[in-house]
Structure formats: C-alpha cells, structure tokens
C-alpha cells in the first residue's frame, strides 16, 4: 500500500493507492462422473433431479469433485445448457449442500433463459419443509415486535434485506440498509413440543435465506451448524438425543412448480422428506 507492504492490520484512508497481486486463475476442467441421481423428470428441455443432503450443486475451491454438475456431465453429456459457463452447466439455481431436496436443471440455452427469467420474477414455486427450534406462535408478543416481521393469518411473514456477515464471509445476514431484499413465509405444520415442522415458502431466493430468517425470528434450524447457534432441546422433551446428534440443517426442499420454458405447461414436483429428517421427526413425536 502506497509503495509498501501492508499490514493486515493497518488502515486504509481515502486517497490511500492500493496493489492487490492475485494468483492467475485455475483452469476449470470438470469430469463427468457416474454418480448416481434422483431424476423425478426428464424431457427435451429441462430435468428434475431430487438431490441427497451432502452433494454439493457444482465445483468449487475445495469441491472439486463428486458434486452435482459431474453427476450431470455423465448422465447428459453435451445435452446441458452453456448459459451458467463451464463451471456451472445446466444450473438454474442452487440448495446448500446440506439440505436436500428438488433442483431443475436446464438442458439447453433456451430452456434455461425462461427458467431463469421465471426466478428473477418470482414466479416458481418453492417450498420448503423445515424442523425448527421452539413453536411459531402468532400470540408471540416478541415476534409481534421485530421489525420486518408481520402475521398474514396463521402465515409469519419475514421481510429483510440479507447481505454478507461483516466479519464472517461463509455467512448471510440481517441487515436494512443494504443488501438485498429477502421475503420468506412460514406456516406452522405440526407443534412438536420445544420444537416444530414447518413450511417455508420463498418469495425470493437469496443464499442461506431460510436459515438466517428463522435464526432472525428465534427459531434457528434443528442441526444448522452455522446459523443454528448452541440451542439444545430440553432434557425432557421426547427425541432431545435425535436432535442434538442430527447431523445438518434439517431442510429439505420439498416442492417445486414453474411453467416450462418451451410449451408452456405448469409443472409442480413434490418430494417425500428424506429418511434422515422423517426418523428425526418419529423421535419428536
């Protein structure tokens, strides 16, 4: 900085000429791999896949292999639309790689055009059946209280604006005046004692938007290793080993509707809730 080696804890003024040396860029050369997939639908254009809790979407630092996109590179060969570039062919939107759940695919550009454009619209339906710490509960004077939430009916409704964690760059936050806009709906399914099945709905699609809103709200994910904080079951609440022994966020994306790209047909998907998160609710109940 300003023709010396800065210090990782000095401090930039305005005016202050900073030289960033970056490593060059590593080459992107991404094998199919035969790993097996849960397609739910396949046809000319798009595809359905049902991904397990543990895959990674696509390739990245760290990832390199045994994601997604290898998976689909074998299945589909060339048959994957070029609009998300070497890295990222085919994927229209992405899950965690801990939460499980139905994904579309794009196998040409066109088909991925109209997916894409449908998202940016929040026109796609996307809902999502979570297991949460503590009960939702509408008479809750301090949900009533916490600025961007609201009731519509039995309906909570969480509207902030997410950007990156200030001090951690793996994490989303809360924040108002930046960022971008987040809205989530969450519908109480069934009250399990200290904890509760739930149905998020999204409105929009921002990284880890589910997990940071019910952390915001208090009721941080069962197993959420990063937004989940250190929240234990009560000892005497039925499944309190299930719950502190589950291994991932329990979230899983359980519908999926948009209209297809090329004939215009509304499709709607459903996947049952995968066995690691049905066992944990057997436990709580």
Known sequence: MNGAIASAKGTVFEGDAVEID??????VD??????????VHEDADVLIVDKPAGMVVHPAPGTPYGTLVNALMHHLGDDLSGVGGRARPGIVHRIDKDTSGLLV?????AAHHGLAAQFEAHTAERVYRAICHGVPDPADPRLRGLRGVSWEGASLRIATNLARHPTDRQRQAVVWDHGRHAITRVRMVEDLGAAALVECRLET?????IRVHMAYVGHGLLGDPVYGG?????KDQPGAGAAASFSRQALHAAV????HP???ETLRFESEMPEDMAD?????R
């Open 256 to 259: 999926l509707g948009f209209v």
């Open 262 to 264: 090329a004939n215009g």
């Open 280 to 284: 944990l609710l057997t436990a709580l």
């Open 30 to 39: 991404i094998a199919p791999e035969e790993i097996p997939l849960r397609i």
């Open 105 to 109: 695919v794009a196998k040409t550009d």
């Open 230 to 234: 250190r929240r234990k079951m009560p």
């Open 22 to 27: 970056l490593p060059p860029p590593e080459a």
């Open 205 to 209: 699609g921002r990284t880890h938007q």
